[in-house]
């Protein structure tokens, strides 16, 4: 990140045109300054002042201040390759789509907000200074850019270390620094010629370096401020699980997941590797070129041939050859930008074949289906392939699909002490879905774990479990040594009758919802944030400020359904039916498509016994684009409450179709088959 200046602007300023979705911006330059003319958030052409640049290689973007202290991101950027490569050109980040001003991907919403969604990482010690009360930004920082201090922290000591003799610096190993990541010291790489493969020779016995890479390559929402290099990452931020849509089935990434999820299910992270070993962490670029880099921990002799990679017809150092094509596939974003997955497993095409994932042989070779890569892989190591990535891959695709028996399978990898914590968190994370004797006793054990994912996976997996079930179980992780798990039991507990509570847990509740809703206002620049912020008041009997926060959030986005949908169910617990609808009815206005406003009101029109009314509401919550298959489920049931039971059947045969281990739509189905006298 830059100021904007003839140094640092790379784009082409000299009256440049560039046509999206309707509207021609320009770009020009006059008096040292840079403008570019274009739709604002009315969707009215306007001039607007570059203020900085934003990144270099492979694109630049450019960041527009407002005068509520928002810096915005404009979404037509600069592509700095080279015009031979394709680039020298202004594009769109998002070319398959067409994003006007009413869009929440706008360059002017809060989704291409610099404060909250980019300056955490691109800058060095940020403090957002979201102001609610005005609805302002006062953003500050140490350095603009990423500094020493981003990696290092404060560095006062370090200057003072600098000032020394050399007699004097040479005594002080830390060279003043907060973190020097002496995770290496005393450590090497000895190769097992047998194997092929080097092994460290002292195990790894922290992850302060991979925690301090994580707090801007990983997935993740930012709990608190003030992250310094050194303390643990899940004391200020929340790491997103490897689950789809941001990644695929199989693990792989999928959406923009920054490296770090995928680096932890890595057998590289498992084997003690750090970021450093293979990138300087001050150049950013590789520690060697090509399968060079590699060789450092695998035997060449063994692995950089054709006997390993099958490509014997390719020239050495070409695609098919290089260790990164076949185990580190790449992903592109924001058009333009290649990223690597760094989970670093085999290529899998009969994967690909059972579950649509995508698998390295197939990126490259493009024109053959996955049946033919998984052929050619089979012909050349045997059918027997190991099991645990396919059944990983059936595990998490049946999940998410609606497969027969996933539980069983999800146990499997929860309890699975082979696998990576993030894995086991995720399968533990889809086992809430599926209470059951089993569940719990998974859930009980990862309560426990020494992964905080682990035990912040299984906290939310006990909300399938009645107020007085969770509580002996949560209430000990209101003190666990991790904010991202004490705020968890928090929320998990939010809805527990302090009568049943003893003192000490009573006090520890409090202290850990505190910093639950100190971690939402935080981000209370936020929708999701602020209808938190009301869930809280509204646990700790403040309906009438809960209503006000869920009213006032719902007026600045109306067009954000958990608002509306979220004051109705208040409105409702208050006894208030005629208001919930009244609010129902106001958030269909600014979002008609909703399928969760759909379907809430005609739960609405059926406790008020208007269930004539209430069925287009049901149908139409079926038919939207963000419908869930509950959603049918519940259409079915009234459906055969006004007497259609053949359009219930059907419709739940349909869900059956898609998801034929959903026990829940069977046993209906079931049920309704039996109760209309066993037509169809």
């Avoid at 059951?436 to 906290?459: E, F, I, N, T, Y």
């Avoid at 007497?643 to 046993?667: F, H, M, N, T, Y």
Wanted: with cysteine; proline share 6%.
């Amino acid at each position: 990140m830059q100021h904007a200046d003839a140094q640092t602007v790379l784009g082409n300023f000299a009256d440049a045109r560039f046509r999206y979705a309707g509207v021609e911006s320009r770009f020009t330059q006059r008096d040292g300054k840079y403008y570019v003319t274009t739709d604002g958030p009315d969707g009215k052409l306007a001039e607007y002042a570059v203020k900085y640049t934003y990144g270099v290689s492979p694109l630049q973007q450019y960041l527009i201040e407002f005068p509520d202290g928002r810096l915005q991101a404009l979404s037509i950027a600069w592509d700095t390759r080279a015009a031979k490569d394709g680039g020298q050109r202004w594009f769109h980040l998002y070319p398959q789509e067409r994003v006007d001003f009413k869009d929440e991907l706008h360059w002017t919403k809060r989704r291409q907000n610099w404060n909250h969604m980019c300056a955490d990482c691109h800058s060095t010690d940020v403090r957002k200074g979201y102001d609610a009360s005005t609805d302002r930004f006062d953003t500050k920082w140490s350095e603009l850019t990423v500094g020493c201090e981003a990696c290092h922290g404060p560095a006062s000591a370090h200057i003072g270390w600098a000032g020394k003799n050399e007699r004097e610096r040479s005594a002080d190993k830390t060279a003043g620094l907060v973190v020097n990541y002496h995770e290496r010291r005393g450590a090497g790489w000895a190769m097992d010629l047998q194997t092929g493969i080097a092994k460290r020779t002292v195990p790894r016995s922290s992850h302060v370096e991979t925690d301090m890479c994580a707090q801007c390559h990983a997935r993740r929402a930012q709990l608190a401020e003030g992250y310094r290099p050194g303390q643990p990452f899940t004391d200020h931020y929340l790491p997103s699980l490897p689950l789809f849509p941001l990644y695929h089935v199989d693990g792989q990434q999928r959406d923009e997941v920054y490296i770090w999820g995928s680096f932890l299910q890595s057998r590289m992270n498992a084997a003690g590797v750090t970021c450093s070993d293979c990138h300087n962490p001050h150049t950013g670029k590789p520690k060697a070129e090509g399968n060079a880099l590699c060789a450092q921990c695998h035997l060449p002799a063994k692995f950089d041939t054709p006997d390993h990679h099958r490509h014997a017809s390719v020239k050495a150092g070409s695609p098919g050859t290089q260790c990164v094509d076949c185990h580190m596939p790449q992903t592109s974003y924001m058009v333009n930008d290649p990223r690597r997955d760094h989970s670093f497993r085999p290529p899998r095409p009969d994967i690909s074949v059972a579950f649509g994932t995508p698998n390295a042989c197939n990126q490259c070779h493009t024109g053959k289906p996955a049946q033919w890569a998984a052929a050619a892989v089979e012909k050349w190591f045997g059918k027997e392939r190991p099991a645990a990535p396919f059944e990983l891959a059936a595990a998490f695709h049946a999940a998410e699909h609606g497969g027969m028996a996933p539980a069983a399978q999800l146990l499997a990898i929860a309890s699975d002490p082979a696998r990576p914590g993030i894995t086991r968190a995720a399968a533990i994370e889809r086992l809430g879905a599926h209470p059951s004797d089993d569940m719990l006793a998974a859930v009980q054990k990862g309560l426990g774990d020494v992964d905080a994912m682990v035990r912040h996976a299984s906290l939310g997996a006990l909300e399938a479990l009645p107020p007085e079930q969770r509580l002996p179980l949560a209430a000990p992780l209101l003190r666990d040594p991790r904010r991202m798990v004490r705020i968890e039991a928090a929320r998990v507990l939010g809805d527990t009758d302090p009568a049943t509570l003893t003192t000490a847990d009573r006090d520890a509740l409090t202290r850990a919802t505190d910093e639950l809703e100190a971690s939402h206002r935080l981000n209370a620049d936020q929708a999701e944030s602020v209808v938190a912020i009301a869930g809280i008041q509204l646990r700790r009997g403040q309906p009438a400020q809960a209503e006000s926060t869920l009213r006032q959030i719902a007026t600045k986005e109306p067009t954000f359904v958990p608002a509306w949908a979220n004051l109705a169910d208040l409105l409702r617990r208050l006894n208030r039916e005629a208001d919930a609808e009244a609010a129902l009815r106001e958030g269909l206005k600014h979002a008609p498509d909703a399928a969760a406003l759909h379907h809430s009101l005609g739960l609405s029109l059926v406790r008020q016994q208007r269930l004539k009314e209430a069925l287009p509401e049901l149908a139409a919550a079926t038919r939207a684009r963000d419908a869930t298959p509950r959603y049918s489920y519940v259409y079915a049931v009234a459906l055969h409450s006004a007497g259609r039971s053949r359009e219930a059947l059907a419709i739940l045969d349909a869900q059956l179709k898609q998801r034929p281990g959903d026990s829940e739509v069977a046993q209906a189905r079931a049920a309704i088959a039996r109760e209309a006298g066993g037509r169809r």
